[in-house]
Nanobody
Framework: QVQLVESGGGLVQPGGSLTLSCAAS????????MGWYRQAPGKERELVAT???????NYADSVKGRFTISRGNAKNLVYMQMNSLKPEDTAVYYC???????????WGQGTQVTVSS
């Protein structure tokens, strides 16, 4: 069973940058799609960015041009570089792994990102 561990969250001022990391372990060859989602207080969890095992990416309109998702040299690592952060980016960010049929294999435990002066 796939397991995911996120890291890299924290407090940053508006306009600043953060990089989130997600490390997958156990049965990683079953993963086709990995992505970042976020959930702000009182709001639904929403997609931020995804990347396939072929490197195809997809972004929410709200983060296009500011966030970049990428995979590490090791197949079990996914990163998200977040630039020009805004207060509205404040949320708990979750990593998700999906199989080729898009079934969810695992969610990470979440990492808090707070953008505030």
């Amino acid at each position: 069973q796939v397991q995911l561990v996120e890291s890299g969250g924290g407090l940053v001022q508006p306009g600043g940058s953060l990089t989130l990391s997600c490390a997958a372990s156990k049965n990683i060859f079953s993963i086709y799609l990995m992505g970042w989602y976020r959930q702000a207080p009182g709001k639904e969890r929403e997609l931020v960015a995804t990347i396939t095992s072929f490197g195809d990416t997809n972004y929410a309109d709200s983060v296009k041009g500011r966030f970049t998702i990428s995979r590490g040299n090791a197949k079990n690592l996914v990163y998200m570089q977040m630039n020009s952060l805004k207060p509205e980016d404040t949320a708990v960010y979750y990593c998700r792994a999906q199989a080729l049929d898009y079934n969810t294999l695992a969610w990470g435990q979440g990492t808090q990102v707070t953008v505030s002066s």
